[in-house]
């Protein structure tokens, strides 16, 4: 009679032990079976479900010492902001609006407008009888987030047109452009064609102002491109000052012409010539 409940003992043990082990190894099975993540793509921290982007966005792991003004910056060029400013809050929306503006290192972050390809924006045809009400920005002050709200406020009390700096009266360029006489400089509006683009999504006519001939930056970097005096044969000078580059010359002639038909074919549907004389 021992002898009988020890063997039915021993067999209740075995069948919970096999069903045990069973269980671990559909348990070890399903783990061994779970996709691998993509080598590259951002893993999330021990314990941390990973965050899927929606279309039209990215996911970013944040870094040590990382801000979202900081990675707004760094991903400006690749999204359909203008500003950092504007890209910032759209990240903070994007990611729930959590009340500091720091992130933590490993800190999943979804990036918002990410453009598939660089905007490429065309000339808009208005009639021969377009009555322009223009607002006139300088290139650092369209290129800001202020400049988008005097747009916006402009659009809002019946403006059509907004004229902005391509160029300014001291020479300084507001657009990348890539001439051997404009060297390097800052392009307050980084993104040209982004902007135009902009500036038609909230009906205004774009017109960009080039200020031709009334050069400093130019002179000063070419004095050979300045007016000359008939007296001295030296740079001409206003009020002391070295200004303008002479008309006649082909190559100041041609420089100007090559920067308007970059914002041309920016997306600019008017090229504004200003100071177009000699002094």
């Keep these: 009679m021992v002898l009988i409940f020890f063997f039915l003992g021993f067999a209740i043990w075995r069948s919970s032990a096999e069903s045990a082990a069973?269980?671990?190894a559909q348990s070890t099975q399903f783990i061994r079976t779970s996709k691998t993540p993509t080598p590259g793509s951002p893993q999330a921290p021990d314990g941390a479900a990973l965050v899927v982007a929606p279309p039209g966005s990215q996911l970013y792991m944040a870094k040590r010492g990382d801000g979202i003004t900081s990675v707004a910056r760094r991903y400006l060029s690749q999204t359909s902001y203008?500003?950092?400013g504007e890209l910032a809050e759209a990240i903070r929306k994007s990611n729930g609006e959590p009340r500091t503006l720091f992130l933590k290192t490993g800190q999943q972050?979804?990036?918002?407008?990410?453009?598939?390809?660089?905007?490429v924006e065309k000339a808009i045809p208005v009639a021969r009888d377009f009555e322009v009400r223009a607002v006139y920005l300088t290139g650092v002050?369209?290129?800001?987030?202020?400049g988008l709200r005097i747009i916006r406020r402009w659009r809002e009390l019946g403006g059509n047109a907004v004229v902005f700096d391509v160029k300014d009266s001291d020479g300084s360029i507001n657009i990348a452009f890539d001439h051997p006489l404009a060297g390097s400089h800052r392009?307050?509006?980084h993104d040209l064609p982004k902007f135009t683009r902009f500036l038609h999504s909230q009906g205004m006519h774009a017109i960009a102002r080039v200020a031709i001939f009334r050069d400093e930056r130019l002179v000063v970097t070419h004095?050979?491109?300045?007016?000359?005096?008939?007296?001295s044969g030296q740079a001409w000078r206003e009020n002391g000052k070295l200004v303008w580059t002479d008309p006649s010359q082909p190559k100041v002639q041609e420089y100007d012409i090559a920067l308007a038909k970059k914002a041309a074919e920016s997306g600019a549907d008017e090229?504004?010539?200003?100071?177009?004389?000699f002094p």
Excluded: C, H, N
């Design 223 to 231: 004095p050979e491109l300045a007016v000359k005096s008939k007296r």
């Design 22 to 24: 069973a269980q671990v």
């Design 187 to 189: 392009a307050p509006i």
């Design 109 to 119: 972050v979804v990036i918002p407008g990410i453009l598939d390809a660089p905007i």
């Design 141 to 146: 002050m369209a290129a800001s987030d202020r």
């Design 82 to 84: 203008l500003t950092s």
């Design 271 to 277: 090229i504004q010539f200003d100071y177009v004389r």
